[in-house]
């Protein structure tokens, strides 16, 4: 959720944040995976992170998060990705460690 919500920012937009939702609502809005980030745009429900950004970009190109510069562009895609899909087990064994609870 860090990435989507600094990319909003970064666009300016106003957002609505809720932070836990149950795993029955998670199932309703993601039945694919269930993970979040979710993000409702009107009626429709985006789900994973990278899809999120690239909605940003159609609905706000300006200021836009992928270069225009297609070499560039794939080379974002390919970080953002690796990153993604490299770090996320580790995000979530910190989130779910009994010593980061509040």
Do not use: C
């Amino acid at each position: 959720m860090t990435k989507v919500k600094a990319a909003i920012a970064y666009k300016k937009l106003p957002f609505e944040h809720q932070e836990y939702v149950g795993i029955s609502e998670l199932r309703k809005l993601n039945p694919q995976t269930g993970k979040v980030p979710i993000v409702l745009f009107d009626n429709e429900v985006i789900f994973d992170s990278s899809l999120i950004l690239r909605k940003l970009d159609i609905e706000k190109p300006s200021p836009p998060l992928i270069s225009k510069d297609t070499a560039i562009a794939a080379k974002q895609y390919l970080l953002e990705d690796w990153s993604d899909e490299s770090l996320y087990w580790y995000v979530q064994a910190l989130r779910w460690n009994t010593r980061n609870e509040p």
